[in-house]
């Protein structure tokens, strides 16, 4: 639900008091969605690259899209390692295996 009323506000609206600000940039200041960033829809499954460690090996964290963090295109995810939520940048959207439909 929540997700829904962040779209909901991020764009204006015909019967709103602005024809051209949505109700978030009126009350918060934000500006419009920058749809030329990485986006993922809620519930998909998805590899969150945090990095590498000591070594050239990257660190993937299996997780499920949660909702946008910012403009920027950072996301919140839910870790299917620890179930909490993350903060993600960088990611590869994949199909969602067996393993993780069964859990």
Same mark, same amino acid.
């Given at each position: 639900? @929540?997700?829904?009323?962040f779209w909901?506000?991020?764009?204006?609206?015909?019967?709103?008091?602005s024809?051209t600000?949505?109700p978030?940039t009126?009350? &918060?200041?934000?500006?419009?969605?920058d749809?030329?960033?990485?986006?993922i829809a809620?519930?998909?499954?998805a590899?969150?690259?945090t990095?590498? @460690? &000591?070594n050239?090996t990257a660190?993937?964290?299996p997780?499920i899209?949660?909702k946008?963090l910012s @403009?920027?295109?950072?996301?919140?995810f839910?870790?299917?390692l620890? @179930?909490?939520?993350?903060?993600?940048?960088k990611w590869t959207?994949l199909?969602?295996?067996?393993e993780?439909?069964?859990r």
């Open positions: 639900m @929540e997700r829904i009323i909901m506000n991020s764009f204006p609206s015909d019967t709103g008091i024809s600000m949505s978030s009126i009350i &918060n200041g934000t500006p419009k969605p749809f030329s960033q990485k986006h809620f519930g998909a499954y590899l969150v690259h990095g590498t @460690e &000591n050239t660190r993937d964290i997780a899209a949660l946008p @403009e920027k295109g950072a996301y919140i839910m870790s299917l620890t @179930e909490l939520k993350i903060r993600g940048v959207q199909p969602i295996p067996d993780i439909i069964n």
